[in-house]
């Protein structure tokens, strides 16, 4: 079995950062493609960055330059580190990763999202 837990969401000014992390555990082999997704009230899903198990990075356009996606194989672990925050970027924010078990079984793990405010 498999668990994700995502921290680091909070209330913060425009301007300021938070890094939102995304922690796997449990029965893992290997953790392939990451993705942090936000959801604002009244709006729909949308993807905010990825990352694939080599390292390469996709970033949607309202993002770019300010959010920095990174992983920690070691630690099972994928961090979103914000900058430069805007009161648009406030919504949850959950982590999506394809992970393969110790059975060999690969499937896609949602994290609970945690809750991002950006307010003055």
């Known amino acids: 079995q498999v668990h994700m837990l995502e921290s680091g969401g909070g209330l913060v000014q425009p301007g300021e950062s938070l890094r939102l992390s995304c922690a796997a555990s449990?029965?893992?082999?290997?953790?392939?493609?990451v993705a942090w997704y936000r959801q604002a009230p009244g709006k729909e899903r949308e993807l905010v960055a990825d990352i694939s198990s080599s390292d390469s990075t996709n970033y949607a356009d309202s993002v770019k330059g300010r959010f920095t996606i990174s992983r920690d194989n070691a630690k099972n672990t994928v961090y979103l580190q914000m900058n430069s925050l805007k009161p648009e970027d406030t919504a949850v924010y959950s982590c999506n990763a394809q992970i393969t078990t110790t059975g060999r079984v690969t499937t896609v793990y949602w994290g609970q999202g945690t809750q991002v405010t950006v307010s003055s």
């Open positions: 449990g029965s893992i082999f290997s953790i392939n493609a």
